[in-house]
């Protein structure tokens, strides 16, 4: 297709979106029927049409308390992260993971961003704090919401069409492609999808006793 005609069918479909456009309300719950909360629910067109944002992306990972927050972050392929660091004590925040390896130096305040450029999970460890884990989620769509507690997450804002829709978990014993549904929102209005996930026990690293730090951090 050359250049001008995917420029005209571009804003033909961004009108077309203006116009009506339509939600999925995403209910997310466990094997025991419980909410669950930190699913990543993303919606990706079916015929493949994925309109991104002109500009990249901002988004923040906050350390507070020795803790990631928020434990998951959903953002759009292309996003700068910070990782701010909140506490009095330093952080040293890397990742292996194949998405976006990297490894910032020991830190206080606010170190240079991390730009995730490959959609994919990214797993966050800090060197200092082993019980330190989170997780950045990269979609390669812009259509995607993260859990409440609720177990609830609304796409908005969708251009009327079929969607591919998936759910992804830090714990979930299956794969992210076992939850693929095809939701049609060809009309304007809200359509409700539910998925059951088989959760894995968390994994936790024992934190060290309270102010019982071993480090000079
Ligand atoms: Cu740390």
Not at 29 to 56: E, F, Y
Not at 79 to 94: E, L
Not at 122 to 144: A, K, R, T
């Amino acid at each position: 297709m050359r250049a001008h005609s995917l420029l005209a069918l571009l804003v033909v479909s961004a009108s077309l979106a203006h116009a009506q456009n339509a939600q999925i309300s995403a209910r997310v719950t466990d094997a025991q029927g419980m909410p669950v909360a930190d699913a990543v629910v993303v919606a990706v067109p079916s015929d493949g049409k994925l309109r991104l944002p002109a500009r990249a992306l901002q988004d923040v990972v906050d350390q507070v308390d020795k803790e990631f927050v928020p434990k998951v972050q959903a953002v759009l392929i292309g996003t700068a992260v910070t990782f701010p660091n909140r506490d009095s004590v330093r952080h040293q925040v890397y990742s292996f993971s194949p998405a976006r390896r990297f490894d910032l130096p020991l830190y206080s305040g606010v170190p240079q961003a991390v730009t995730f450029d490959k959609p994919g999970v990214v797993i966050l460890g800090c060197n200092i704090h082993d019980w330190m884990v989170g997780y950045v989620y990269v979609s390669e769509s812009p259509y995607f919401a993260k859990t409440d507690a609720q177990g609830k997450a609304v796409l908005l804002d969708l251009p009327p069409r079929a969607y591919v829709v998936r759910v992804w978990h830090p714990q979930q014993s299956g794969t992210e492609e076992d939850t693929r549904k095809t939701v049609d929102v060809s009309r304007a209005g809200r359509t409700e999808v539910a998925w059951t996930l088989t959760l894995k026990p968390e994994v936790r690293v024992r934190r060290a006793p309270a102010g019982g730090s071993h480090h000079g951090y």
